[in-house]
């Protein structure tokens, strides 16, 4: 059951103290009260993507105090520096390419080489994020398909046994989520309309924003719209029962397959068969897999309640043909 303090300095220290040991705690920003995650710790992140049942691994905002810390995140291009400056701390998240050396989770950014930061203009967020001093991944703090939290006990009605700590800081005030810029070189493009107008970005850039319509259905601006977009290089052969002669294995649960001893490499999502840790280790594992170089990777039956959906719908999109590629 979720403790619920008020958003004063040991409120803040606590969210903090939470925050870095893995908890899921939920905030007020300006916009939406946001459902916190360290977005280092890909168990966390795993967690959270549970608590709120979302489908799939949507990517998730990371959350930072200040522009020096989201220089560690993104590369910022002379048009995302020139947003920044015009309405950070506020309702503005940008999507950028993600920093040599950015530490999120690619749970947390959906296995994209793109990441969407904002800087909240809330004193509690604020002071959170301040205190915690790491990047802070947060959607809104409602059960996935309901409407967004804009007062604590939204967030308590939807969420209350999933999750850790809530900080109530009373009514938000913009009360729809942050405006979303893919700012990737090309003509910025506006992701998601939300608490800064269009027109007033248009002002500031001097130049009319793209429309996602615009974005080709590959594209990574748009994820969950292409059946591959982060597919590995190997060849994924989900459901396996035996594995195949130059195979490597992603394995899951305690059980083996014949053939798994000549594998050219074994990994296990979880060996104790726990759909939280499963998930937290898919990205990574899929990368160590390909990195080793191996054509087809034989991938064990992986239940499909819980996380499994989302773990079954992010492997199976990483099985489709590349969109693109002559298979
Ligand atoms: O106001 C807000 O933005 C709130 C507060 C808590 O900060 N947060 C919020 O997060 O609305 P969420 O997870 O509900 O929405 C995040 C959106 C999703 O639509 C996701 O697809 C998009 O951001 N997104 C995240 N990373 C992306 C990326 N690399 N490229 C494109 N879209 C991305
Ligand atoms: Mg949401």
Known sequence: M???????????????????????????????????????????????????????????????ADVISARKLARLDAVA??????????????????????????????????????????????????????????????????????????????????????????????????????????????LRPGGIPRTAIEHVLDARLAEPSAARADSPLAPGLSASHYAPRARLRLEARTVKPGEALLAFGPGSLPGASEARRVLNLSVRADLIEAAANLFACLRTLDAAGTGTIAVMPVPREGLGEAINDRLERAAAPRAGAAV
């Open 2 to 64: 979720a403790r619920v303090m008020k958003a004063d300095a040991a409120g803040v220290r606590e969210a903090a103290d939470g925050l870095a040991a893995g908890a899921l705690v939920a905030f007020p920003t300006e916009t939406v009260y946001g459902l916190g995650a360290d977005a280092e710790n890909a168990e966390a992140v795993a967690r959270l993507y549970a608590a709120k049942g979302r489908p799939s691994f949507n990517p998730l905002i990371a959350h930072v």
């Open 81 to 190: 520096e020139r947003l920044a400056a015009a309405f950070w701390p506020g309702a503005l998240t940008i999507v950028a390419p993600q920093a040599i050396g950015c530490r999120v989770c690619a749970l947390a950014t959906a296995g994209l080489d793109t990441i969407a930061v904002r800087i909240p203009d809330h004193p509690v967020a604020q002071a959170i994020l301040t205190t915690v001093s790491r990047p802070v991944v947060a959607p809104s703090a409602n059960h996935s398909g309901h409407v967004s939290p804009t007062r604590a006990d939204h967030v308590l009605a939807d969420l209350a046994g999933q999750i850790d700590l809530v900080i109530d800081g009373g009514p938000t005030g913009v009360g729809v989520e942050s405006t979303i810029v893919a700012c990737l070189g090309a003509r910025p493009m506006l």
